[in-house]
């Protein structure tokens, strides 16, 4: 078993070893408007805003070399050519390491004595990245040598980009000026934009021509202007600009010089756009390089990436968790995955390529149950994004573009599932906050020009929506598909052309899902709670009816014996049942109805967790979406059956709905389970890297299971909906410290040798310092709760009333 690298996490970093990780091993920098993606060997790229519409810097997937493109330095001494992160050039190094930590990744490669650090980090706030650059004469002797920096400029439109090379090929632009380089493409007619490359040290050469710095019959693992030891000072009329740089070094023993590298988005605003015709007004720029040029203003950039971090985790932090996985998960790492889920959606990572996919409707509403705590002022805002992507009659577009903000009418609407993530995210929300004026903000309709529909008319719209499109079961219609994008049972897909996706579906299908009847019971209790926080106790019955309701369509028509069945395709056949030859059981249905508190009165949830465990679980690799996978296509099922068996939809261990499982086992106390399951798909359990060869420090969205040829290995990293749901199992399920609407509520569900844990949790102001012991080894129940050293009864933590900020909590479990 190869070692690749190891937890840091004191300084809450994962610690690289080897450059040749499984996979590229990715890290995100910023968090509002400005994002970077690097990988272990500073593969990767930049973006403002939206990944598709505003890419600062090329890169190819799927490459071979995988990850090839990104920030490059070459170091060139004598004869010899390496990078400090390995890659392109791939030159053995004398030390390797890569540190990545929240906001930053910080690389070091050393070769004959000289050692070369990039620290990379996107400072709060601000739309650049910043390399802060250190090179160390580690020898007795004086050495000297070249560094060149490398990246390749994209014309911000990435679909465009890397499609019409009959335009892009005439259309680039740049202007230099002393060590800076400006990328203009298109700036001479509709861009009001550019791009910034300079480095803060005088330059000793450069080049903007690719074709001039990596040679055509060249490649980045030995491009002609490195290997010849100079750059020829290249511009760029067309083709593919670049941005290069030289600087020659002369190091004495012990020498190290500092400088830095900036890449920045400018955005020109109202500066009159040229100088002269041709020449662009570099104002902006010129004002930004100077400022970072003093290296205190890039050290204390570097700090306020350090300090944002530490004073979001602030919020939540588990310090004594007996078990050192979900303490590192919970406190750090899960936390930063989070951030991106919320900031990306599902559109830029290694996977994800920033031009498929923008924000999704449902995927969004749900990393916000794991984001919410951070920045809820945000979330705030996001909420009413979303909400406005919704049509008059509840529909929602299925995704929407972050620069937009406008639904992606490619592919349109009708996973039916949307509508009712609206209202978790806007209940957890309020529970976070208290704040019911969400509620009345005016965020319209996208079919109604001008409307001005408050939120809570749009959930009132989806719960309306879910009640009017059911099938012949009286259970609701799947439509296009619901949270399983792939159980596609309208659209009899016989074109293999056709994306399952965006195939459109047969008018009229009586196709109905179980998963949303249970999402549905969920959702309804949850507003059931609202209305009576709000005082409306007669909209609280209403909603209650239509809970009830659902509950009992459910219990008669939705229990297949053993478990719950999962859907009724288009001729009303049942799905995930008992009679079906193969995806006799799916995990989903199981999870929804279980947390919409189904089967609680006669056995049924509990049976149902227990099938799971008999046909779906796995100690090593978590829960199979379904048993038996399918063998063979049917088109009456749609993309599930197009996967080979064992992935992603088809019996994959698909880790976000395990997540759902996990709070499952702990409504029921069993902590043991609970644990155990949450260890099987976390990722800094995982003991074999060879077999996972994803990123030990954040979540996959997919597992090869148990049916498979390859099981444990995991794909699809850190944009996945397992994120924030994990976070949710680990500090509200397991942990136990749970926002409501009145207070925070304690109900922990732990293995029962634990002895007690603690855990600070800043919630309306206040700072909760919460000890948990466990004398009884119980794995659930609060005996006794102390505030401030009073008992009270129950289990929520009141809101002090008399301008307490800090709180002390002392809670005994073993009722
Ligand atoms: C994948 C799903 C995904 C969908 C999104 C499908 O091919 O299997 O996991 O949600 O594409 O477009
Ligand atoms: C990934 C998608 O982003 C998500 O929306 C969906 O629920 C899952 N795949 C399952 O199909």
């Known amino acids: 078993m190869a070692n690749y690298g190891h937890f840091d996490d004191s300084n809450r970093e994962y610690v690289i070893t080897r450059p040749d990780t499984p996979l590229p091993w990715l890290n995100y920098f910023g968090q509002d408007e400005f994002f970077g993606m690097a990988t272990q060997t500073a ?23 995988m990850d090839n493109d990104g920030r490059f330095l070459y170091v060139k001494q004598g004869k010899s050519v390496w990078n400090p992160g390995w890659k392109p050039t791939r030159t053995k190094l004398d030390a390797f390491e890569c540190r990545h930590g929240l906001g930053y990744s910080r690389i070091t490669g050393k070769k004959d004595g000289i050692e070369v650090e990039q620290l990379m980090f996107i400072p709060p706030g601000e739309n650049l990245e910043v390399w802060k650059i250190s090179v160390r004469n580690k020898t007795k002797k004086p050495q000297k040598l070249s560094l060149f920096s490398y990246v390749e400029f994209c014309f911000f439109e990435a679909l465009n980009d890397m499609t019409n090379y009959q335009r892009t090929y005439s259309i680039g632009e740049v202007e230099i000026e002393g060590s800076a380089i400006y990328h203009k493409t298109e700036y001479r007619e509709r861009r009001n934009h550019y791009t910034l490359f300079g480095c803060t040290r005088k330059i000793d050469g450069y080049d903007t021509s690719r074709d001039a710095f990596v040679g055509v019959h060249h490649g980045l693992h030995d491009p002609k202007a490195v290997m010849a030891g100079k750059c020829t000072n290249s511009r760029a009329f067309g083709w593919n600009p670049v941005g290069a740089q030289q600087i020659n070094l002369s190091l004495k023993p012990g020498q190290e010089e500092t400088f830095a590298i900036i890449l920045a988005y400018v955005d020109q605003g109202d500066l009159p756009k040229f100088d002269s015709p041709m020449v662009m007004n570099k104002t902006k720029g010129r004002e930004i390089l100077a400022r970072y040029s003093d290296m205190k203003v890039v050290d204390a950039a570097f700090n306020a990436v350090k300090e944002r971090w530490e004073s979001l985790l602030s919020i939540y932090q588990a310090p004594k968790v007996p078990n050192v996985h979900l303490q590192r998960m919970v406190n750090t790492w899960n936390q930063a995955q989070c951030m991106a889920t919320f900031n990306l959606s599902r559109s830029a990572s290694g996977y994800e390529t920033g031009i498929g996919r923008g924000m999704g409707y449902r995927d969004s509403n749900q990393d916000i149950l794991g984001f919410v705590h951070l920045l809820p002022a945000r979330a705030r805002q996001r909420i009413l994004d ?113 994306s399952f996706q965006t195939a459109g579906d047969i008018a009229g299908s009586k196709a109905e899902s179980v998963m949303i009847a249970g999402l549905f019971l969920y959702a309804t209790r949850d507003l059931v709670k609202l209305y009576h926080f709000m005082g409306q106790t007669q909209d609280a019955s209403r909603i209650q009816g239509h809970y009830d309701d659902m509950l009992k369509t459910v219990e008669e028509q939705a229990w297949d014996g053993a478990w719950y069945t999962r859907a009724f395709d288009a001729e009303s056949k049942p799905i995930g049942s008992k009679v079906c030859k193969e995806g006799k059981i799916y995990i989903e249905s199981q999870a929804w109805c279980v947390l919409g508190g189904a089967g609680q009165n006669n056995g049924r949830a509990k049976k149902a967790l227990q099938a799971v465990d008999k046909y779906l679980y796995t100690p090593e690799h978590g829960c199979a979406l379904q048993y038996p996978p399918y063998s063979t296509y049917h088109s009456e099922l749609g993309e599930v059956s197009s996967y080979p068996p064992g992935y992603k939809e088809n019996a994959g261990v698909f880790s976000h709905n395990n997540t759902w499982i996990h709070i499952g086992w702990t409504m029921f106390g069993e902590g043991e389970k609970a644990l155990e399951y949450y260890l099987s798909i976390c990722p800094s359990a995982k003991k074999d890297h060879d077999v996972y060869r994803s990123e030990p420090y954040v979540y996959a969205q997919m597992t090869a299971s148990q049916f498979s040829p390859t099981p444990g290995e995991g794909k699809n990293s850190w944009l996945t909906g397992t994120g924030a749901w994990s976070f949710v199992v680990a500090s509200q399920s397991i942990l136990g410290v749970q926002p409501d609407y009145t207070g925070l509520r304690i109900d922990p569900c732990i293995p029962k040798k634990w002895k007690g844990f603690s855990v600070s949790r800043k919630f309306r102001g206040v700072t909760y310092s919460i000890e948990v012991t466990n004398p009884k080894s119980k794995s659930k129940g609060v005996k006794s709760l102390k505030i401030d050293g009073q008992k009270i009864a129950g289990n929520v933590i009141p809101l002090p009333t008399d301008g307490r900020t800090a709180v002390k909590v002392e809670v005994t479990l073993g009722a």
């Open 43 to 65: 593969g990767g790229y930049t973006f403002w805003k939206d990944a598709k519409l505003r890419r600062l810097t090329r890169y190819r997937y799927n490459n071979n070399p």
């Open 386 to 498: 979303i909400a406005s992507t919704q049509l008059a009659d509840g529909t929602c577009f299925h995704q929407y573009q972050p620069l937009t903000k406008k639904g992606n009418a490619d592919i349109g609407g009708g996973f039916n599932d949307d509508p009712l993530w609206l209202i978790l995210s806007t209940c957890a929300y309020i529970r976070e906050t208290g704040d019911l004026t969400i509620l009345n903000e005016p965020c319209g309709y996208a079919d109604k020009p001008g409307s001005k529909d408050p939120l809570l008319h749009h959930i009132e719209t989806s719960i309306q929506y879910t009640l009017n499109n059911r099938g012949p079961h009286a259970l609701p219609l799947i439509g296009h598909a619901d949270w399983n994008d792939c159980l596609n049972l309208n659209c009899h897909s016989k074109e293999p052309n056709e």
